[in-house]
């Protein structure tokens, strides 16, 4: 199993909302994953048993990640990531991490490699994955330590973690503390596939007390079995206070206590190439927004500027 991996507290001062939680002015601390990607784009359909041409990189990414990196290029000072990555390839993800803009709390997995995900591309930028979660689902309670929320004033967790008994235990200790620190918590539930397997009732339990959902439209459609997102999200704000219903082209919705308050339109974008990590650059343009003190719907439209960038990109990071 890996080593602990202890942050240097960061004196970040929070600033607390009338409901007693802090809000805006803290660091991000991004509970989630680390994944290889093999990005392969073809421009035809998949021939079966034959070959089918494709430009194919390999590139970081995972969906907690993916946010971090973009939650510090959209101007986030503090953002952290605690995730688990195999020996096998820790040094060149501690680096490109590093190289983002994000502190690294990785533990490192000295028995199951660092997730890979396969990601096909098809001509209109459209993604299908096949992923294998490596060492993500191993991130355990020896990893966490409640220290890691010194100077934070906000805590977003991937989805993908409450997938496995033993990385769904470990987020649920950051939830509870960020809980009792009054710090507030954003999850995205990360795979409609995954989640179904997991179970919707399961999963709602697992987020209660958390602040902001942040599903797209299957994934809010598999929570309530509403077709319509804005009834999808209205049902979901009954649970979360705030709800973000992300469209794809369509922006993205807005829900607050019952009531959808705002739709918020997409960017235009010429020449998408990969819808890969687009939902992961919305979320960390949106809470980087958040942290600097922008109000709900102010942040849901910087999150879809980062969403535009994203898919005029190969893969799920932003540029230099």
């Known amino acids: 199993m890996g080593s602990r991996a202890v942050p240097t507290p960061v ?36 021939a079966r048993g034959t070959d089918t041409a494709a430009l194919i990189r390999t590139l970081p990414g995972g969906a907690g990640a993916n946010v971090a990196c973009w939650a ?7 953002v952290r990531l605690l995730a688990r990555v195999g020996a096998d390839s820790a040094a060149w993800h501690r680096e490109a991490l590093r190289r983002a803009g994000v502190r690294c709390l990785l533990a490192v997995d000295d028995e199951a490699p660092t997730a890979t995900v396969v990601a096909l591309v098809d001509s209109t930028a459209e993604r299908t994955f096949l992923t294998d979660s490596g060492a993500v689902l191993r991130l355990s309670p020896g990893d966490w330590s409640p220290s890691m929320l010194d100077g934070i004033g906000h805590l977003h967790l991937s989805g993908y973690l409450l997938f496995a008994a033993t990385s769904r235990a470990t987020v649920l200790l950051a939830l509870r503390e960020a809980r009792r620190r009054r710090i507030t918590v954003s999850v995205d539930p990360a795979s409609a596939g995954f989640l179904a397997e997991l179970g919707v009732d399961r999963f709602l339990t697992a ?6 959902l942040l599903p797209n439209t299957d994934e809010a459609h598999l929570l309530t079995g509403f077709t319509e997102p804005a009834d999808a999200a209205v049902e979901l704000s009954l649970r979360v206070p705030r709800v973000v219903v992300t469209l794809g082209e369509g922006g993205a919705l807005l829900a607050v206590s019952g009531t959808v308050t705002r739709r918020i339109p997409a960017v235009p974008v010429q020449g998408a190439v990969d819808s890969t990590g687009a939902g992961d650059a919305f979320t960390g343009g949106l809470l980087a927004a958040l942290l600097s003190g922008a109000d709900d719907a102010s942040a849901v439209a910087a999150g879809c500027r980062s969403g535009a960038e994203a898919v005029t990109r190969v893969g799920g990071r932003p540029g230099p």
């Not at 970040?12 to 660091?27: E, F, H, Q, Y």
């Not at 510090?72 to 503090?78: F, I, L, N, T, V």
């Not at 987020?207 to 902001?212: I, P, T």
Request: aromatic share 0%; hydrophobic share 35%; with cysteine.
């Open 11 to 46: 004196g970040s001062r929070a600033v607390t909302a009338p409901d007693g939680r802090s809000t805006a002015r803290g660091g991000l601390l991004v509970i989630g994953d680390v994944v290889t990607d093999v990005v392969a784009r073809h421009t035809k359909e998949l």
């Open 72 to 78: 510090a290029r959209s101007g986030c000072s503090d």
């Open 207 to 212: 987020v209660e007390g958390v602040d902001l």
